[in-house]
């Protein structure tokens, strides 16, 4: 494991990150942002796998309520989940556990980040 200073999160390994972070006790970054949750690189049969109801009318990402993705269950900050999980799209596999998109998400909703 290495050491990181507290202003600096680069340092802190997957495995660490992920325990100071746990998605499921959290959701900030689902819910932070409309614009955030965008389809990019995934193909056709990818995005055939989410249900109509939950993508945006324009078909560029996930639908939102406010700046809460469609998907997410629960209250964030105490206890979340993802109603898609197994088929959530890229943007939301590439968003890691103390990783600059969570932090960011995280201070927002007033939400520790170290």
Known sequence: MRIALPHDHSFLSL????????CQSCGACCAYSADWPRFSTEEDAELD????E??????????????????????????????????????????????????MARAAFGLAVS
């Open 49 to 52: 796998r989410i249900p109509e």
């Open 15 to 22: 495995a660490d990150a992920s325990a100071a972070f746990d």
């Open 54 to 103: 939950l993508v945006a009318a324009d078909q560029s990402g996930m639908r939102c309520e406010g700046g809460r993705c469609a998907a997410l269950r629960g209250e964030v900050g105490k206890g979340t989940a993802c109603a898609i999980y197994e088929v959530r799209p890229h943007v939301c596999r590439a968003c890691m556990p103390g990783g600059d998109d969570c932090l």
